[in-house]
């Protein structure tokens, strides 16, 4: 990771884009990602809980966008990530707590706030502190290459989560909600740019407001993001029921090749790693299909 991209950076740039780098693969460790739906279905939540769950994230993270952008600005990248991470480390804590409809929406209530607030301010932070060091045309290479090796990171989890998996259901989703909450104090190492954390330079809410107001006048900008909703949309609702098909559909006993048996836990968590690992391909080749194929393109090819 020290050539290409990152590599070419200066060294005050590239320590600052490294640590958030770790923040980063912490805050995405897949330890439980394979596995949260139906470790709590296996606690007695419901397929309704979850729906509700998310459901109110959805309703609370549309609702604090604007908010959040303007906390970010007014007191800083660093805190508002801060806060941010801690609620979405709790959230995770919900997943082996969680047993019924009340434990499930404080739990997606948690994750909702740190969505919102984490929205934007890693961005604004990670755009700022190339900016301060001359270095932000060079933000989409910079941030598709550090992208990539997070989600290698995320790979290795979701392996591991696997493992874990098979010898103690808990000790996954235990894990992997350590990671989330051990990512929050990472983000205070990380260093403060040159142009975040100015809240003089904040924009006031009714401002903010009108921005987006004039941004979503565009049409070329609707066209976007209802593909966008549409797809995220059903990816993100059918995603929920990719676990238990899944297990559903693998033997108990996991599947033989060889005279070797693979645990379903494992097989689930290995699949799930694949997904990653290839987006990590296409993240770290984003820049060159953007290049090559134009804005419009490499959307229509997404």
Known sequence: MTRGALGSLDPG?????LRYGAFRALSSAGFATPFFVVFMIGNGVTYTDIG???SLMAVVVVGLEVPSGYLADAFGRRRTMFLGQTFLGLGTVGYVVADGTPDVLVTYL???LGAALRSGAGTAWFYDTLKGHDEEERFAAVSGRLGSYVKYVSTATMVGGG???VFEPVYAVTVGAAANLLAAPVV???????DA??????VRPREAARLTRAFLGRSAVRTVLVIAVLASGALYTGSKYI???TFEAIPD???SAGGVVVPAALLVGATYGAFELSSGLVLRYAETARSRLGLGGTIAVA
């Open 243 to 245: 676990q238990p098909v």
């Open 197 to 202: 954390d100015d809240a003089d330079d904040g």
């Open 163 to 165: 493992l874990l998996y």
């Open 13 to 17: 740039a590239r320590r600052a884009v």
């Open 253 to 255: 006993g996991g599947y």
């Open 110 to 112: 948690a994750f909702g």
């Open 52 to 54: 509700l769950g998310t």
């Open 188 to 194: 205070l190492s990380i260093p403060t740019s040159r």
